[in-house]
């Protein structure tokens, strides 16, 4: 029988501050990566406790054979993790060499289980279907929807526009260009970077010959076409706040839809960027699908003339400039839009965050491949995020603030992204973390993508999932491959948001670190409103996962 150690790989800065909760009457936990690894990853386990664990033993059991594979003896204690954890001793376990195909749990002498996990090269294969799903409840219009009947047949109730279709943005069923636009690129581009040969593990459910994650994204594209119609009109919202005001209910019950959903015009750099760089990859993209081909002239042309607007109004959001310009070269070879692109690249500095908001982590991984500046921001910027990864307990790398799970999960991708541009995998361990914090290995020890591991938000901000729960069609309120927005800091909830679940309503109460605080509650919109960025942010990354799979089964 192999045996291992726990090991610290970590460096820790200490600090005093106020605790905001404990672990409370739980002896220990053990946090661990609910999906599970592939074959030769790094392979850890968090275990925190009540009481000193070192010296103890542990087990990894395999569950088929109900036979110990593992065992060792657990320490030291990491130290300098006060603020990232709500019990008092916290250890990391190692087990990389562990490489069996099968499935485990992880024992202590206590008699704390850990949840089960597989270790497989296909253990990822389902996770962009699950994500795919809950963009398919979101689909608004008559577009074959999951879940909901066709809805909101009359958007645009304020013009003669066609402004059916798209999705609904987030817990709500307002419709946002720049959502639409960015969700629209993600999925794209995680199949345009998975070519030639890994496009083909995508999945393709209804067998029509056209990945799953292409239709999708043709959701989109069916309806920036709208937004545009001519050079002088340009539709960047539809509905308004009075969407808040109704309450929870199915998208077809809208008492809004027919009278109040109106179009907002205007043009806005940041928007018209979004729209023109998702156009361009669609006309590189679509130009090799038969199905599609017709199409890709005109997001071609749709995407030259946002760019182009976009230049003439405001200023700054030169990370979207940059990313139009790049994807605009890629499209057509044309070095103006190359020179464009380097120039705009010259203006930004290193990604310190990334999400549908700020682009510059994507600006430099596209522009890299043609532009040293930009491949050596896009390392720079990997190695901060990977910094601060491995000062973490949990591998956490970015600001607990409002959807901040989306932004980490960016920082993973960007870390793929240069991985690949330089096969460096110096930073091949950034991905890893962020995708265990994400599947379970986080103080909450919740698998934030619901439908997925052993614990998973149960009462996502989403009304069409409330409306189903409610009717008895859904056991829980939530929707297969939603991501909520995630953990936020004590003092901006407790200044923001403090009254919005209500006292003893928080199931997560003796869990929350010093640092953050996750509720898993419908009113609770800060941290667990599931918006259509997360999963199509998570598509991109476990894009870069279908490269491992094998013939081995699940």
């Not at 510059?360 to 043609?370: K, P, Q, S």
Request: hydrophobic share 40%.
């Amino acid at each position: 029988m192999k045996r291992l150690t726990l090991i610290l790989s970590l460096l820790f800065f200490t600090a005093v501050y106020t605790d905001y909760s404990h672990g409370g009457d739980q002896k220990s936990v053990i946090r661990v990566n609910q999906l599970g690894f592939l074959e030769k990853d790094v392979k850890r386990a968090i275990i925190s406790s009540n009481s000193r664990l070192d010296g103890n033993k542990f087990f990894i059991k395999d569950l088929q054979k109900n036979t110990v594979v593992f065992d060792g003896k657990i320490g030291p204690v990491v130290a300098g993790v006060e603020r990232q954890s709500s019990f008092g001793f916290n250890y990391v376990l190692e087990f990389t060499a562990l490489e069996t195909v099968g499935s485990y749990r992880i024992e202590l002498e206590d008699k704390t289980i850990s949840p089960s996990f597989k270790i497989n090269n296909n253990v990822y294969a389902k996770v962009i279907d699950g994500l795919l799903y809950f963009l398919r409840v979101a689909r608004c219009g008559n577009t074959s929807a999951e879940l909901h009947k066709p809805c909101h047949l009359f958007d645009a109730t304020n013009s003669e526009l066609d402004l059916t279709g798209g999705w609904h943005d987030a817990g709500d069923y307002l419709k946002f260009t720049r959502s639409i636009a960015y969700v629209t690129y993600t999925l794209l581009l995680s199949y345009d970077v998975s070519k030639p040969n890994v496009s083909q593990y995508f999945s393709d459910l209804d067998q029509d010959g056209i990945a799953d994650v292409l239709e999708e994204a043709k959701i989109g594209l069916d309806y920036l076409i709208n937004v545009y119609p001519d050079p002088e009109t340009f539709v960047y919202i539809v509905g308004d706040r009075a969407d808040h005001l109704q309450g929870v209910r199915m998208p077809e019950d809208d008492k809004l839809a027919k009278t109040k959903r109106p179009a907002w015009f205007g043009f806005r750099r940041n928007v018209l960027s979004q729209y023109a760089f998702a156009m361009a990859l669609a006309s590189t993209v679509f130009e090799e699908i038969p199905q599609y081909s017709k199409n890709a002239k005109q997001y071609l042309s749709l995407a030259k003339r946002a760019y182009s607007k976009a230049q003439s109004v405001e200023k700054e959001h030169y990370d979207k400039l940059c990313l139009a310009a790049t994807e605009l070269y890629r499209a057509t070879q044309d070095t103006k839009y190359l020179s464009e692109a380097k120039a705009f690249n010259d203006k930004l500095s290193v990604g310190h965050w990334g999400n549908w908001a700020d682009n510059t982590l994507l600006a430099h991984a596209r522009l890299g491949e043609f532009y040293a500046p930009a491949a050596k921001k896009l390392r720079d910027s990997v190695a901060i995020f990977y910094n601060l990864s491995n000062k973490h307990l949990f591998g956490y790398n970015t600001a607990y603030t409002f959807s901040g799970l989306y932004a980490a999960i960016t920082t993973g991708s960007a870390g793929w992204f240069y991985e690949l541009l330089s096969n460096d995998d110096s930073y091949a361990d950034l991905p890893t973390r962020i995708r265990d914090y994400l599947l379970g290995t986080n103080p909450w020890g919740i698998c934030f993508i619901s439908g997925f591991g052993t614990n998973y938000p149960k009462n996502i901000h989403n009304r069409l999932a409330q409306s189903l729960k409610k009717a008895g069609v859904l056991e829980n309120g939530t929707i297969k491959g939603a991501i909520p927005g995630g953990p936020v800091k004590p003092a901006e909830w407790e200044k923001r948001w403090n009254d919005l679940v209500p006292e003893g309503e928080d199931i997560n109460v003796e869990l929350h670190p010093p640092e953050a605080v996750y509720f898993d509650h419908f009113r609770a919109y800060p941290t667990n409103e599931a918006s259509i960025y997360g999963p199509s942010e998570a598509i991109l990354f476990f894009s870069f996962y279908l490269r491992y799979l094998s013939d081995t089964p699940n």
